[in-house]
């Protein structure tokens, strides 16, 4: 089955962050915005998935 928007949408994020780690200089700031979504009344919670994923990684300062 094709993959879904939610899946597509955690692995942009995903290589996008690991690029970032890549070239952030040590103590760099990076300021990323990500957007929840809905759909077919279920909800997605790309902040989560990016905090849960990455929070050994960087220091992250999530703003709703």
Do not use: M, W
Not at 16 to 25: A, D, G, H, N, V
């Amino acid at each position: 089955s094709a993959p879904s928007n939610c899946d597509i949408d955690n692995s942009l994020y995903s290589d996008s962050l690991k690029e970032f780690y890549r070239i952030l200089k040590p103590n760099g700031v990076l300021i990323f915005k990500c957007q929840d979504t809905v759909s077919s009344a279920k909800q997605y919670l790309s902040h989560i998935f990016v905090n849960n994923t990455y929070v050994e990684r960087f220091v992250l300062i999530t703003v709703c």
